[in-house]
């Protein structure tokens, strides 16, 4: 069985930076196949290593500062192997997979990265305008990733109103 994982990192507190909130409760609404697992963090964090090494395909969800406000992200994923132990805080998607493989000798066949570019990163239980109407695009890049198909290497789009 190919299983995936939907892994959103983000605080729904900080404005913007909750739009994998908003992107997970979309998926939950039906968008996914019951095998595929979805998990909201407020961090990655290296608890995660396990089930990312018991998956085939992995999607990391995360808000972004870099890119323009409603633009969209997606690039696939190699592990980053480092030496020495680092906090939570330095835990990245990349070295989550090299986790997994460290750990538990496995990793996903496939992984990718989904950003959305906020506005605002404000004490907030609200998104901006941008990161509001470019969710839809975002899940539909996120769903196009779980059915297999191949997107490119690392692609960007801002979403229209």
């Known amino acids: ?73 997606c690039q696939r994923l190699n592990p980053i192997y480092k030496s020495g132990a680092s906090s939570s805080h330095q835990t990245t998607p990349a070295s989550l997979l ?12 496939r992984a990718f990265l989904v950003t959305i570019g906020g506005k605002s990163f404000e004490l907030s239980e609200e998104l901006s305008d941008p990161v509001r109407k470019a969710i839809p695009a975002a899940v539909e890049s996120i769903k196009a990733l779980l059915s297999g198909v191949t997107l490119p290497e690392s692609s960007s789009r801002t979403a229209t109103s």
């Open 1 to 73: 069985m190919n299983r995936a994982l939907v892994l959103a990192c983000g605080n729904s507190l900080r404005g913007d930076d909750g739009a994998a909130l908003h992107i997970v409760r979309e998926l939950q609404q039906g968008g996914c196949e019951p095998e595929t697992l979805i998990q909201f963090e407020p961090q990655w964090t290296p608890e995660l290593a396990e089930a990312i090494s018991e998956a085939d395909l992995v999607i990391f969800v995360d808000a972004s500062a870099t890119l323009g406000p409603g633009e969209i992200a």
């Open 98 to 109: 090299a986790l997994a493989e460290e750990l538990y000798k496995a990793h996903p066949a």
